[in-house]
């Protein structure tokens, strides 16, 4: 799920001054006037009271979370075997991937020039995580031969591939994927059934149970395999002390509160240790066939009125709920402007403190035009109190990036050690998210985040597999350059 | 083939073309992200030449012998015409991308042709460049020797020499390519594909690196030559910068000079 955040927080009183400046929201069918939205940059737990909700969700804040919390736990409730989990994170992701966007309720000439202004900066902002996470898999896989080995499968994909025909071994991994897929569908309806519900305990308890299981069992395998590959020796004590911290701290970060950088980071590398799991668990043919499936999946279940995910964006709006911020990777800005003065006790003193580290962290990126955006504040604005911040990022659900590393990690390791089918998928997928941006800014609702992206990356991964790739290597032999 | 050949051959080969992308085109997003669609206008390319090579494989029937060569030479040549086809496309698609963005931010200033020109050369040569070395520089990581059957041992280097000189060369051709479109002279065009022609041809001699590398440097010091005028440099403006007294004639956005 991508959705850019564009926030206008205000504070209750000052929303009419605003109003008359043409930059706060007018209010739209289904949004509370004047409502203080805060949005949370770190990471936050789900008692804040102030959302996360992003103001273009007059659109689509999937709460994917639930999906895959309720998800988890159906699935722990079944078995602890490592794997389970993995899947229970696939799940997880499968919400997530939505491209939303909308802002409800600005000016039509002002939003098209601000998301035109900076929605190349919301590219990058997306391509940067997408990079990190797929080169932290493809050098894993490259080097750490453990997750290429094979050594049996998920029970959701029961059928061996180990087959005599071709035939034979297509039709298992087609069926593989119907049974994964319609797992995923049975998951998403439940989370709808279980969200309409209010089971929000539920959901949170099953969400962490996930993430302990991810940062700390896999965190330890990880490190194990790392380890054995370069011949170092770690004792149990130190080994303890590390993975304990690691996955303490991203814990906290992931599901409370931390510094965005770092919950990013973690977020990086849980998507990329799920899309390691999977690399290694699902089979050849089927991790392809799956992945086409998925896209599909998507396109049906957030564009068709029917579809689960719709219906549960729907209901979140409804509510007005926040969006689960342990499974969203979140890249926001924070620019703070007109009179800027900080007075934490007017606010909810949770998104303040993070204030200057993340407008510290985006110092880098500043771009001049920000501020000039925005008119100096009236004089009218009273009491000095009045602070108006505007979050500009993206948001993008963690399925997203699990997905696209899955298939330039199975690019990577299934080649025959060659390079240029891994980066000829990369770019395709960076191209794919690039559109999938545009059609969002044309468009303004929320459109799923796959489809384009696997599309593009099937295609060059098969086409570079096959053509490309023994032309460049005849080229290569005989040292022709083109 | 020890950590040495490969750091060494890599920086030679991608220096250059790292600098350029860390000090002009990440720092402004707009730039990068035309930089990635020009690597994939250049993919696309490589995929139709490999297309076109395969069905001509294909309908000569995998035979042995002096027509593969025969073949591959073809493709060869047929693949720089894809290129530059493509570069045109990719030069249409920015004109269009420009006339857009203006009609829509009529008061902020899109990218300049000109550097558009640039970001789109500079990503074809690093496309064209990581393609063409990235899995001979993998290799270099592993045992072996170098030239065991009578081949030169300079390979590497060689191929390190001559990914860079595409690099550069690339960079060169999209800036006088896309000023040719601009001022509609079809006559830097065509000399655009004739040299890069001219290039992939000196590489079928390749045992004898040496003529190869020198005449494919001396094209790309002309080319670049011929670059620098048409983007607008002029001696004047190279010594004032060379002296460091350029501060009259730097753009808004370089004022730190």
Redesign the interface.
């Known amino acids: 799920m991508i959705f850019p955040s564009r926030d206008f927080k205000v504070l209750s009183g000052f929303s009419s001054d605003l109003e008359a400046r043409g930059v706060l929201c007018s209010p739209e069918p289904g949004t509370p006037q004047g409502r203080a939205m805060l949005t949370f940059m770190a990471s936050d737990s789900e008692e804040e009271v102030c959302d996360e909700r992003t103001s273009l969700m007059s659109a689509e804040s999937p709460p994917p979370r639930c999906c895959q919390e309720a998800r988890q736990g159906l699935e722990d409730g079944e078995n602890a075997a490592q794997w389970r989990s993995q899947d229970s994170e696939e799940d997880l992701d499968d919400a997530d991937r939505y491209v939303c966007s909308g802002v409800p309720g600005q000016p039509l000439g002002l939003e ?2 601000l998301t ?2 900076y929605g ?2 919301h ?2 902002m997306l ?1 940067v995580p997408v990079t990190l996470c797929m080169i932290v898999v493809v050098a894993t896989i490259k080097s750490v031969r453990f997750y290429t080995e094979k050594n049996g499968q998920l029970i959701y994909t029961p059928f061996t591939e180990d087959t005599p025909s071709v035939g034979q071994r297509l039709l298992n991994s087609v069926l593989n994927t119907l049974i994964m897929i319609s797992v995923i569908v049975a998951m998403t309806i439940f989370l709808v059934v279980l969200y309409k519900y209010r089971c929000y305990k539920f959901i949170h308890g099953w969400l962490i149970m996930s993430s302990l299981m991810l940062l700390f069992l896999f965190t330890y395998i990880y490190l194990g395999e790392v380890l054995k590959t370069y011949n170092v020796a770690m004792d149990y004590p130190t080994l303890f002390l590390t993975v304990w911290n690691f996955g303490a701290v991203g814990m906290v970060c992931i599901h409370w509160k931390g510094p965005l950088v770092l919950q990013q980071a973690y977020l990086i590398m849980i998507s990329a240790l799920m899309a390691l799991v999977f690399i290694k668990y699902l089979p050849e043919w089927s991790a392809w066939v799956i992945l086409g499936a998925i896209s599909v999946y998507d396109l049906v279940a957030v564009l068709c009125p029917k579809g689960p995910l719709r219906m549960l964006v729907e209901t979140a709006q409804e509510r007005n709920e926040p969006i689960f911020p342990a499974l969203i990777y979140s890249s926001a800005m924070v620019w703070t402007v007109g009179m800027a003065k900080l007075d934490p006790s007017s606010q909810g003193a949770l998104q303040l403190p993070y204030d200057p580290e993340m407008e510290d962290s985006y110092d880098s990126f500043g771009e001049p ?1 920000y501020p000039e955006v925005f008119e100096p504040p009236l004089p009218g604005s009273p009491e000095g109190e009045l602070e108006e911040e505007e979050e500009r990022g993206v948001k993008l659900g963690l399925g997203d990036f699990i997905f696209y590393s899955v298939l330039v990690g199975k690019a990577a390791a299934t080649g025959s ?4 089918t891994t ?2 998928c990369f ?2 997928i ?2 794919g998210l ?1 559109l999938t941006l545009l059609l969002l800014a044309v468009f303004k609702k929320a459109l799923p985040a796959l489809p384009i992206s696997i599309t593009f990356g099937l295609i ?1 991964y098969f ?2 597999d096959n ?2 790739r ?7 032999s ?5 | 083939m020890t950590a040495a050949v490969f750091f060494g051959c890599a920086f030679i080969a991608f220096g250059p073309a790292l600098a350029l992308y860390i000090f002009t085109i990440a720092t402004e997003p707009l730039r990068v992200i035309f930089l990635i669609i020009g690597a994939f206008f250049w993919l696309v390319s490589l995929l139709f030449s490999s297309l076109f090579w395969f069905m001509a494989r294909t309908i000569t029937d995998n035979k042995d012998g002096p027509i593969q060569k025969y073949l591959l030479i073809l493709g060869v040549l047929v693949s720089v015409l894809i290129q530059e086809m493509f570069r045109f496309m990719y030069y249409k698609l920015l004109k269009k991308a420009s006339e857009g963005l203006k009609s829509i931010n009529p008061d902020e200033t899109a990218p300049s042709m000109r550097l558009l020109a640039y970001v789109s050369g500079l990503g074809f040569g690093i496309m064209s460049g990581v393609f063409a070395f990235v899995n001979t520089l993998s290799d270099s990581l592993g045992p072996g020797t170098v030239g065991i059957h009578g081949d030169s041992p300079q390979f590497f280097l060689n191929s390190a020499f001559m990914t860079l000189v595409i690099i550069l060369l690339h960079v060169f051709w999209g800036i006088i390519f896309f000023d040719g479109c601009e001022k509609k002279k079809w006559s830097a065009l065509l000399v655009v594909l004739l040299t890069h022609l001219l290039v992939s041809a000196l590489t079928f001699i390749s045992p004898h690196y040496g003529i190869n590398l020198v005449s494919t440097y001396i094209i790309m010091v002309l080319m670049g030559i011929w670059a620098f005028f048409v983007a607008g440099g002029s001696c004047r403006s190279l010594k004032f910068c060379l002296l460091c007294q350029d501060k009259d004639f730097l753009l808004f956005n370089q004022r730190s000079r």
């Open positions: 098209e020039e035109l202004k190349a900066k590219v990058i391509f035009s050690g060659d390079w240029n980066l000829a770019v395709a960076l191209i690039c060059f086409s570079t053509l490309v023994p032309f460049m290597d005849t080229l290569a005989h040292q022709l350059y083109i």
